[in-house]
């Protein structure tokens, strides 16, 4: 059974930063890509950034390129979400996500079409 959960959100003045973090437990880390998407109120859902566990390479959504970095500790089954100079924009509901690839899809396609997700952290930033 897929498990993620999620910790770390809070508020936070704009250009602060918080740590996210995602216990990840129940499939094949190496087959799947893992990582982080965010939906804010009245937006779509996003990709934020994600690892493809089989090879360790980040992806990042060009928004946050720069600001986030995504690492994981496998010993610890736990995934991190660095998010430094934080803006408004960045305000939303993130939850941690893990799918498969998908053929012709990208990174951020295969979380947002996976079922597997926590139960999302809020995360808010202030001007």
């Known amino acids: 059974q897929v498990q993620l959960m999620e910790s770390g959100g809070g508020s936070v003045q704009a250009g602060g930063g918080l740590r996210l973090s995602c216990e990840a437990s129940?499939?094949?880390?190496?087959?799947?890509?893992t990582g982080w998407i965010r939906q804010a109120p009245g937006k779509e859902r996003e990709g934020v950034a994600a690892?493809?566990?089989?090879?360790?390479?980040?992806y990042y959504a060009d928004s946050v390129k720069g600001r986030f970095t995504i690492s994981r500790d496998t010993a610890k089954n736990t995934l991190y979400l660095q998010m430094n100079s934080l803006e408004p924009d960045d305000s939303a509901v993130y939850y941690c996500?893990?799918?498969?690839?998908?053929?012709?899809?990208?990174?951020?396609?295969?979380?947002?079409?996976?079922?597997?997700r926590g139960q999302g952290t809020q995360v808010t930033v202030s001007s």
């Open positions: 996500a893990a799918g498969p690839p998908l053929v012709g899809g990208r990174w951020f396609t295969a979380l947002l079409r996976s079922n597997y």
């Open positions: 129940g499939y094949r880390y190496d087959l799947y890509y």
């Open positions: 690892i493809y566990g089989g090879s360790g390479v980040a």
